[in-house]
């Protein structure tokens, strides 16, 4: 007990003078994984969020918009301005920050954490930019980059409707080949031959 509460001390003291986070590598469970729990917090002072580690000392300064606790693939979903990505437990960028939705971030990060094959999952972003759009990856990449005027997510087959010309729809697989010619005036038109074309 009694070296328990000096090794917290002499932590404590470390900070203070340096403003380094210690990790004690001992030889006990306890005291290596007692710095790798971290939990996602509000700093009062800028209201911008972090992670401290369980005796409180911040191991990822607080810089996020919003922050949620890790996952068990050792990721969290934070938000920076307006988009969302997702670090790794030292804080780096895993999930790069061109999500507008952060439910899409989260099935990215249950993409990377079921071993996907990149592209088999892809998300429709609008670049800001540009104000086209296209298509991320689960590491937030640009699997098919912005060049449609509006678009509808990839359906269960691996399809999506997509504006090519204003007022023109058609549709593309994740290869980003055209399936149905843009010569339809709705996307609900395309759905409709997308829904017939699966019966044959």
């Known amino acids: ?12 003291f470390i900070v ?33 969020y972090g992670y401290v580690n369980d005796l409180g000392f911040w191991a990822i300064q607080p810089k996020f918009q919003a922050a949620q606790n890790f996952s068990s693939n050792g990721l969290a979903r934070v938000r920076i301005g307006y988009r969302y990505g997702a670090i790794n437990m030292v804080g780096k960028t895993v999930i790069n ?4 939705n ?12 079921k071993g996907r094959l990149r592209g ?7 670049d ?11 590491y937030g990449n640009w699997f098919i980059k912005p060049q449609y005027y ?11 409707i997509v504006e090519v010309k204003r007022g023109r729809w058609g549709a593309i697989d994740r290869n980003n080949r055209i399936v149905v010619q843009p010569n339809f005036t709705s996307s609900y038109e395309v759905e409709n031959a997308l829904q017939r074309l699966m019966r044959y």
């Open 150 to 160: 509006n678009a509808r997510s990839f359906n269960r087959d691996g399809y999506a």
């Open 1 to 12: 007990m009694r070296y328990v509460l000096l090794m917290f001390v002499s932590m404590s």
């Open 97 to 100: 920050f061109n999500f507008t």
């Open 128 to 138: 800001p930019n540009s104000g086209l759009y296209g298509f991320l990856d689960y």
């Open 16 to 48: 203070s003078c340096t403003g380094i986070v210690p990790f004690f590598h001992t030889g006990s469970s306890y005291s290596s994984d007692i710095t790798r729990r971290l939990t996602a917090v509000e700093d009062p002072a800028t209201g911008l």
């Open 102 to 113: 952060s439910y899409d971030v989260d099935a990215a990060i249950l993409s990377l954490a």
């Open 120 to 126: 088999i999952e892809l998300w429709k972003e609008r």
